[in-house]
């Protein structure tokens, strides 16, 4: 693990197995390239992250890519998410139209160059793989963020990935089940360790979503300085905290309005009312 400014850079222990198994079948050149490829693209997420003033705790490094760990305290909007998540393809598309210059400058090293821009293409056409925590799957979320519900995101994000981790795994031992050839065993590798984050992911929603109504103050104060609408959200007076809260946005400030069986409105209260009762315990609305 090397520690560069705070920010922690470290291999996963799949990488460090593949860069074994490299040095024994005699690919060592080609890991190199691979990482340099993913190196660099996660420089470009690394970049936009502190361009957007979000700061990284950690970079671990993967064949396929490599996982951020950012510190967000409620400044990540959903947009700001979606370019940090680009950032990274952006960097492999970059390399690859500067691999292709080259080669018309020098062809004698068509070869090599063939196979730095057929990396970075495997590299982002993988990461666009709508499952997290791949870029795709980072983009597919945070745009359902803009137009659903937080915890549905969250709750079905989760529940996509681990289908599609699945589907990876499928893939990767198909030929061994048509009897055309042996299992992917790099492709398995992956979509194992997929199935197993989105699985730990997927149960660990309830804290995630714990900690995105904690960080709701900034939502408050940038709706007041920006003189925003708050999104209205009607409420029987005898519906329970947890489902209200469910609805929250993450890109929208809320008023609740509440109204009894008659239909007439008996109360009208702000979003950080309903979260402090929510972590006072009290889990009813009035």
Not at 67 to 93: C, F, R, S
Not at 105 to 126: C, K, R, T
Request: glycine content about 8%; charged content about 15%; hydrophobic content about 50%.
């Amino acid at each position: 693990m090397i520690n560069i400014r705070g920010i922690k850079l470290s291999l996963h222990p799949f990488f460090v197995i593949l860069m074994l198994f490299s040095v024994i079948t005699g690919h060592f050149l080609e890991l190199i390239v691979l990482f340099s490829i993913v190196f660099i693209h996660e420089l470009g997420h690394l970049s936009a992250a502190l361009l957007c003033g979000v700061r990284i705790r950690s970079i671990q490094m993967l064949p396929f890519g490599g996982v951020v760990e950012m510190e967000d305290h409620g400044q990540l909007t959903a947009w700001k998410e979606i370019g940090i998540a680009l950032a990274g393809p952006l960097q492999n598309v970059l390399m690859i139209g500067a691999a292709l210059l080259i080669r018309e400058m020098n062809p004698e090293n068509g070869d090599f160059l063939n196979y730095v821009m057929f990396g970075n293409i495997m590299i982002a056409s993988f990461n666009m793989l709508p499952i997290l925590p791949l870029d795709g799957g980072k983009i597919l979320q945070a745009v359902a963020s803009l137009f659903f519900p937080y915890h549905d995101t969250l709750l079905w994000s989760s529940r996509i990935s681990v289908v599609a981790s699945s589907g990876v795994v499928f893939f990767s031992i198909l030929p061994l089940l048509q009897g055309e050839g042996g299992i992917q065993l790099n492709l398995l590798l992956i979509g194992i360790f997929l199935l197993y984050s989105n699985w730990i992911d997927y149960r660990h929603v309830p804290y995630r979503f714990t900690r995105f109504l904690m960080n709701r103050e900034k939502r408050y104060r940038d709706a007041t300085q920006a003189g925003v609408l708050a999104h209205p959200i009607i409420a029987d007076q005898a519906k329970h905290l947890d489902s209200i809260l469910r609805l929250f946005r993450r890109e929208k400030y809320h008023v609740i309005y509440v109204m009894n069986k008659q239909g007439n409105l008996i109360a009208m209260l702000p979003e950080q009312r309903l979260i402090s009762a929510y972590f006072a315990a009290d889990r009813s609305l009035l």
